[in-house]
């Protein structure tokens, strides 16, 4: 109904928590209507109108406008009534002062009304985390190289695809248990997102595999769909390739290859895959598709294809651009692996600099069917999901795309490029 005054906003909150106590099975949407009644809408966490951030062309009476609220102004009521409250967001590693991830989370923030910050931290040890992590106002973290994976021990819980995985790259707190101490489920999570306090224990999540299948979906024409022939090959053997490992087998790949500068680190990489495999622990692996998958492993870049196998339609390099002390490597994919007839979809995981010589090398085999797609492709993708995950929040995605190459490119013009091209994949082995 119209709302006449105040009191009628507390009244349909009333209302809908009388029903909420006796119907627990069903969906309440409760609000009131008009200008007087934009604070209940506010209040009411199922679809509520909302109106566009920009004035609309169309007939709408002025006094219909008013009574709407945009998704920015919803959001920034429940931070300013003390509902939600503002977090403290970072990426965390060994240098993560060249970091895109600020600039376009704190952009995602902002354009939704929420007053959460992003920062960035550079360790050389867990020990500033094991710290900030316990803080009253800490909202999570994005974790990358060298931590990944040792990370793993200082969480009381993982989502089912970091347990597969191995590694994980976003860590959210836990402020609540169930009343036995256990870790709630995912919805006991999300409602916990957005409030400070005592942090009880730590929950990881792996949002790179979502990304890497995101673009390798994208980049799939008609032509290389996945079937039971297909082949795909992943370069290196860290915590990027152990997640895109993960989602090649999400899109049923049968037939995958690991290669790696050290041949130990790809057999221990393929033998974990192929362990899961065979027990079926692999939520994201359709049963039928078990018995006929595995990961098999390349000695070396100098090895020549393997002739039973189809050349590969599906390439993904987590390779790093430069050696510790900054030395390029220079890497590329070898020619006589790019035989596919009908190309396929390279992606690049490393983005500094931007044009690596893998980007040369695809850019020539663009006439032969080949798309590539680069850590500018990547980072905005997993960047979604951890935004989600972060604040319960749909992610304005294209704002995020653009704040990626905004911002690089900004860097670029005003520091130089010897200062900003730093490898985000640390070199590993």
């Given at each position: 109904m119209p709302a006449k005054q105040i009191e009628d906003t507390f009244a349909a909150q009333l209302f809908r928590h009388k029903v909420e106590k006796v119907e627990t099975r069903s969906r309440l949407i409760a609000y009131n209507t008009g200008k007087k009644g934009r604070p209940s809408m506010c209040f009411n966490r199922i679809l509520s109108s909302v109106k566009h951030s920009t004035p609309k062309a169309d007939t709408e009476s002025a006094e219909n406008e008013d009574s709407m609220i945009t998704a920015k102004e919803f959001f920034a009521s429940l931070f300013a009534s003390f509902i939600y409250e503002p977090m403290h967001f970072f990426i965390y590693g060994a240098n993560v002062s060249y970091s895109l991830s600020p600039a376009m989370h704190n952009a995602a923030y902002s354009a939704c009304g929420m007053p959460h910050t992003y920062g960035t931290h550079s360790s050389s040890t867990l020990e500033d985390f094991k710290r900030l992590a316990r803080e009253n106002h800490f909202g999570g973290a994005a974790v990358v190289q060298p931590y990944k994976t040792i990370?793993?021990?200082?969480?009381?819980?993982?989502?089912?695809?970091?347990?597969?995985?191995?590694?994980?790259?976003?860590?959210?707190?836990?402020?609540?248990?169930?009343?036995?101490?256990?870790?709630?489920?995912?919805?006991?999570?999300?409602?916990?997102?957005?409030?400070?306090?005592?942090?009880?224990?730590?929950?990881?999540?792996?949002?790179?595999?979502?990304?890497?299948?995101?673009?390798?979906?994208?980049?799939?024409?008609?032509?290389?769909?996945?079937?039971?022939?297909?082949?795909?090959?992943?370069?290196?053997?860290?915590?990027?390739?152990?997640?895109?490992?993960?989602?090649?087998?999400?899109?049923?790949?049968?037939?995958?290859?690991?290669?790696?500068?050290?041949?130990?680190?790809?057999?221990?990489?393929?033998?974990?895959?192929n362990d899961l495999i065979s027990t079926k622990a692999i939520s994201e692996l359709d049963n039928t598709n078990a018995a006929y998958t595995q990961v098999r492993v390349l000695e070396s870049f100098g090895s020549a294809w393997p002739k039973d196998y189809r050349q590969p339609s599906m390439i993904v390099s987590s390779i790093p651009t430069q050696t510790a002390d900054g030395t390029l490597t220079n890497f590329s994919i070898p020619d006589d692996w790019l035989k596919s007839p009908t190309g396929g979809v390279t992606i690049e995981l490393a983005y500094r600099p931007m044009t690596t010589p893998i980007v040369q090398q695809m850019r020539a085999q663009s006439h032969k069917g080949w798309i590539f797609m680069d850590g500018f492709d990547i980072l905005p993708e997993q960047a979604f999901a951890q935004f989600e995950l972060f604040t319960g929040r749909r992610a304005p995605r294209q704002l995020m795309r653009d704040e990626v190459i905004k911002r690089y490119k900004e860097e670029q013009s005003q520091q130089g490029l010897s200062t900003q091209n730093r490898d985000p994949n640390p070199p590993g082995n």
């Open positions: 990370i793993v021990p200082l969480l009381d819980g993982l989502s089912s695809h970091a347990r597969a995985i191995g590694s994980v790259n976003t860590i959210i707190p836990v402020r609540e248990l169930n009343v036995d101490g256990t870790l709630p489920d995912d919805l006991g999570l999300l409602s916990q997102l957005n409030r400070s306090g005592p942090v009880q224990a730590l929950y990881g999540h792996n949002t790179d595999w979502i990304g890497i299948r995101a673009c390798l979906r994208r980049g799939l024409s008609p032509a290389n769909t996945v079937r039971p022939q297909t082949t795909a090959l992943v370069c290196g053997a860290g915590g990027q390739a152990r997640a895109a490992v993960y989602s090649l087998l999400s899109l049923g790949v049968r037939n995958l290859f690991l290669c790696n500068r050290t041949l130990e680190n790809a057999q221990t990489l393929a033998d974990h895959y």
